[in-house]
């Protein structure tokens, strides 16, 4: 199975900050990685897909990039209701795995 | 509008079955490929299951196969995932998700959820 390595596993932001998280895979995964945020108490819902394409309706403070093991998504300029869950996952071979998740507080 | 809603969560005991449903609405259903994605309490999330648009082809990881099945009627636009052999580890909240679905072709992650249902199986 691959395996997704999420970093870090928590970080506060003030708010206009730019924030960074990472997600490597354990064997390369073609840009076949998503993004999903996950604020407390509800469901998930999708941020990024194929490493850099943003879902519709998401505003575009939110990027992704990366390629081969190695995965990233920035948030440009932190608001309060960023502060949530962040996990990744490759959606290249089965089974198709997620990261350990990203918590993201407003400092 | 999207939306997915799941029922049929509660507490079980181990060993026993639970049936757990999803009710779609604003897209064809039929044209979607659709699954099971699961979250134990305070962690991560874990795919269980995924549908063909027909039903004919079904995809489990190891950790549920050949004890949980997933169904479907596009007739109800409604998905299933019958769970048996119920384990303590199979506690979580348990999420109906859609797949990006091109040409009958899926996208292998989830575009829209339902809000969940908890499942916990417990003595």
């Known amino acids: 199975d691959i395996q997704m390595t999420q970093s870090p596993a928590s970080l506060s932001a003030s708010l206009g900050e730019t924030v960074s998280i990472e997600c490597l895979a354990s064997e390369g995964i073609s840009n076949d990685l998503a993004w999903y945020q996950q604020k407390s108490g509800k469901s998930p819902q999708l941020l990024i897909y194929a490493a850099s394409r943003l879902q519709d309706g998401v505003p575009s403070r939110f990027s992704g990039s990366g390629s081969g093991t190695r995965y990233s998504l920035k948030i440009s300029g932190m608001q309060p209701e960023d502060e949530a869950d962040y996990f990744c996952?490759?959606?290249?071979?089965?089974?198709?795995?997620f990261g350990a998740g990203t918590k993201l507080e407003l400092k | 509008e999207v939306q997915l809603v799941e029922s049929g969560g509660g507490l079980v005991q181990p060993g026993r079955s639970l049936k757990l449903s999803c009710a779609a609405s604003?897209?064809?259903?039929?044209?979607?490929?659709m699954a099971w994605v699961r979250q134990a309490p305070k962690k991560g999330l874990e795919w269980v299951a995924t549908i063909s648009t027909s039903g004919s082809r079904t995809y489990y990881p190891d950790s549920v196969k050949g004890r949980f099945t997933i169904s479907r009627d596009n007739a109800k636009s409604s998905l299933y995932l019958q769970m048996n052999s119920l384990k303590s580890e199979d506690t979580a909240t348990y999420y109906c998700?859609?797949?990006?679905?091109?040409?009958?072709?899926?996208?292998?992650?989830?575009?829209?959820w339902g809000p969940g249902t908890m499942v916990t199986v417990s003595s």
């Open positions: 998700a859609r797949h990006p679905t091109t040409r009958v072709y899926p996208h292998w992650y989830f575009d829209f």
């Open positions: 996952q490759q959606s290249y071979k089965y089974p198709y795995t």
């Open positions: 604003g897209f064809t259903f039929s044209n979607y490929y």
